[in-house]
């Protein structure tokens, strides 16, 4: 698979693994922003992150029970192949509930990151405020 040339966009919503290749209109993903405080997503789009990473940590957790129901999974008999397949089918399970574990504390701390931005946003825009309030009214 080639490779596209420039920079990369954040398409919301894109899953280039889906049959259907065209990525979804709308988004705010990839609009440029001034230089300046060091923002590099304009003040929408950190809140569609916010809500994607915090949605995506809810899939998680969504999956965890179907993952403790395999990590807990019994022989459908006595014989030795089933409790062999079982066992297996159980360290699977406990892989799995880590492995989502994992993935939820990251997806969560994505979501932090992206609030503790939004506050520099805040911030910013709060000095930027103060600043244009402190000059003088008028022409000079």
């Known amino acids: 698979m080639a490779v596209p040339e420039g920079t990369p966009v954040y398409q919301p919503g894109f899953d280039p693994g889906s049959v259907c290749k065209a ?5 705010s ?5 001034a230089e300046g405080a060091g923002f590099k997503y304009d003040e929408a789009t950190l ?3 916010v809500t994607e990473w915090r949605e995506l940590a809810k899939e ?3 999956d965890l029970n179907d993952a403790q129901n395999i990590a807990a999974a019994q022989p459908p008999g006595l014989e030795y192949a089933s409790g062999d397949n079982a066992r297996l089918t159980r360290l699977s399970g406990t892989a799995l509930v880590k492995a989502l574990h994992e993935r939820i504390a990251y997806c969560e701390n994505m979501a932090k990151k992206y609030v503790t931005a ?5 911030t910013a825009d709060e000095q930027a405020k ?3 309030n402190q000059q003088p009214e008028g022409l000079t």
């Open 29 to 33: 993903y990839g609009t440029p922003v």
């Open 118 to 122: 939004l506050g520099k946003y805040a």
């Open 47 to 49: 809140h569609e992150l």
């Open 60 to 62: 998680y957790r969504d």
């Open 23 to 27: 990525p979804p209109t709308g988004g």
């Open 130 to 132: 103060n600043v244009i």
